[in-house]
């Protein structure tokens, strides 16, 4: 009975072959890790949109203020140009001269959140870049996977096809332990046990489960979760 699920294993092993040799390969390792970009890139960009939101308010807010200083000093301007006593003149100066400082540091303020929006910008166009980069490498490395499935296609027909017939000769039940695991990509599955020890971890294994086994049954190793039996 197990001679015919083992097999079926080694039929089987052609078709894993042809699974790590896809799953394996450059180009859809280039695909996924483009789309990965791909489905990231939203998040950076949406912080993006936040941070220069944020530099275009408080840019507006310093453009303003600066805006409002210049034509108050204006005004003081303007007043110098009528005053008559000294005392009038010095405070009328002074004051013009503070509020030139004034906006003199509030424009250099604007140059730097200007060149702060400025690196945002650039940062806009990397990640455009970035995206269709990712975009080509996808579209180009997924046709090249496709190619390569493709390719694998008939071989991997006749693998299914003569799996379907060995199926036939296994113990439903056994059949349906082995394709869970198959199904958890865990390969090979079944494993003899040799001096009483699991064929695949080395586990020592406990006498219950080795008189299990003498009695002809398949049983799960704790270790690894590979079948084992024990040749009769
Ligand atoms: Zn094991």
Known sequence: MIEQLLKYQDVDAGLRKIE?????????????????YLESVDETVNGLDVKAAELAHIYEKLQQESKVLADQREEFIGALEHAEDENALNYLAKKADELYN??????????R??????????EYAGIRNNIKNAQAQYAENGKIYNELKAS???????????????EKNVEPSLMERYKAKRALKIFP???????????????????????QLKNGEVIECDQCGRLLYLKK
């Open 189 to 211: 599955i079944l494993y003899e046990v040799r001096e009483n020890v699991c064929g695949a971890c080395n586990m020592e294994l406990p006498k219950s489960v080795l008189a």
């Open 152 to 166: 694998k296609q008939d071989e991997r027909t006749a693998i299914e096809t003569e799996l379907k017939g060995l």
């Open 113 to 122: 959140v200007s060149e702060a929006m400025q690196a945002v910008y650039k």
């Open 20 to 36: 790590i040799a896809l799953s394996g390969s450059e180009a859809r390792k280039k695909a996924v890790s483009a789309k990965k």
């Open 102 to 111: 004034k906006v003199k540091t509030l424009t250099q303020e604007t140059a």
